[in-house]
């Protein structure tokens, strides 16, 4: 039986512990933690914060030679558990799902989603209705994406640096076939800064999924239409 409450104290050493399982790609005790911690009382974000900032160090673990691809996909994987673990813990922020329309994808050329899943789930559960067209996705389908299902919102992700410029193709692409004033254009990912997103021509950013959806919201709640100056969730 778990215990029902954490202290601060049990919770900091749980959400230790935890980063280190997920670092150490040890899945089942990963998935033990997450479930103790949740039960316990952690939010949802508290609880993939530690799987993040697993991640984070494995990744800088990665480019300095000490960790390899397939320490990625298994402790991605593991983050992807947790994520699922958390998301029936989520409390509801809205009765129903009137806040439109978002399209997810991350773009041509960059197959990480497991932060974009991150933001999807949290959308979803704040009410917005999330339509995620999978990784790697050309400019071309987010475009037919947009036309089709008319969304308020489209975001893009992309963790590798060089996927900044898949993100101006694809809002370039939008402007040709004339519906970039339709939407909204938010993107996010490891590498996504203010000038990333200035450069990109995207209409704001957020360095998480909370403030993603503290975005998204504030920007279906304003009746004007979208403009082009610089909004972040980020700061
Ligand atoms: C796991 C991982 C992988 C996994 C991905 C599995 C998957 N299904 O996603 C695999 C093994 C496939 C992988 C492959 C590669 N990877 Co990789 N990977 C990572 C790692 C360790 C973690 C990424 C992650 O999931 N983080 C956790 C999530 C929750 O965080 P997040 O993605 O940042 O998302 C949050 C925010 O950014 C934001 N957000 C994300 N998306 C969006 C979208 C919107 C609209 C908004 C508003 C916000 C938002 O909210 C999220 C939740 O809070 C990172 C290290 C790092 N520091 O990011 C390297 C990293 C991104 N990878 C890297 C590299 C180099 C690669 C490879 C080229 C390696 C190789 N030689 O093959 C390939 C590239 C393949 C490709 N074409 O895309 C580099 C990129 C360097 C760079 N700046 O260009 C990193 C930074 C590692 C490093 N330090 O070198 N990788």
């Not at 959308?123 to 969304?151: K, M, Y």
């Not at 060089?162 to 809002?171: D, E, K, L, V």
């Not at 996504?192 to 909370?210: E, F, I, M, R, S």
Request: hydrophobic content about 45%; overall charge negative.
């Amino acid at each position: 039986m778990f215990t029902p409450v954490l202290t601060v104290e049990n919770e900091k050493d749980l959400s230790k512990e935890l980063t280190q399982s997920v670092i150490e790609v040890r899945g089942q005790d990963a998935c033990l933690i997450a479930e103790q911690l949740l039960q316990g009382g952690s939010t949802p974000s508290f609880v993939a914060a530690a799987g993040e900032r697993a991640l984070a160090e494995l990744g800088e673990r990665f480019a300095r030679g000490e960790a390899f691809v397939p320490d990625l996909v298994m402790a991605g994987e593991i983050m992807r558990g947790i994520i699922a673990q958390a998301r029936p813990y989520l409390r509801r922020g809205v009765d129903t799902k009137e806040l439109g329309v978002v399209v997810l994808a991350t773009v041509k050329g960059d197959v990480h989603d497991i932060g974009k899943g991150l933001v999807a789930v949290m959308l979803d559960n704040d009410g917005f209705d999330v339509v995620d067209l999978g990784v790697d996705v050309p400019s071309q389908a987010i475009v037919d994406e947009v036309r089709e299902l008319q969304p308020r919102i489209v975001g893009l992700s992309g963790l590798l640096t060089a996927t900044a410029n898949a993100m101006r193709a694809t809002i370039a692409a939008l402007a040709a076939a004339g519906v970039r004033d339709r939407v909204r254009v938010m993107i996010g990912g490891a590498s996504v800064t203010k000038d990333v997103c200035a450069h990109v021509g995207a209409d704001g950013w957020a360095p998480n999924a909370v403030a993603a959806v503290a975005l998204a919201e504030e920007w279906v709640t304003t009746a004007s239409p979208p403009s082009r100056s610089l909004r972040h969730g980020g700061d």
